[in-house]
């Protein structure tokens, strides 16, 4: 009689199917756990930080002239020079002394702490317009 059962249920297309099933629904579960577990302490990706370019003119201009940044918030600012050598330093932005030459583009991370407006003058002499060559930093909340 366990016999004629077994072999029964081993022969029975819908017996089979259905315990065939639960191993898999059972293992499928298993592992959606497992990763939401591993989703939920997963680290997030930090925000990657905003960037601008820069560009130091042979007329002395800064273009733009005025760039925008948000306190707390990571500003890759991309200097390049289109003739002559200029700079640019700030210690209330954080700005190191920074050389800008022609064919060679350097950047800086800015992160603004305190919302306000901020002139940068070019630090290096570069010709009759320099007194005047200034980039606005404007830093919002």
Known sequence: QELHETFSRAS???????????????ATALALVAL??????????????????????????????????????????????SGGVHGVASTELGIPATTIMPDTPVSVVVTPKKVGTYKLPCTIVCGPNHADMLLTVQVKP
Do not use: C, N
């Open 12 to 26: 029975d297309p819908f017996l089979m199917r259905s315990t065939a099933r639960v191993p898999i629904t059972v």
């Open 36 to 81: 939401a577990g591993l989703a939920s302490s997963a680290k997030p990706h930090p925000t990657p930080p905003d960037s601008v370019s820069v560009v130091a003119t042979a007329e002395q201009k800064f273009v733009p002239a005025v760039i925008v940044m948000h306190v707390g918030r990571p500003t890759t600012v991309r200097f390049s020079s």
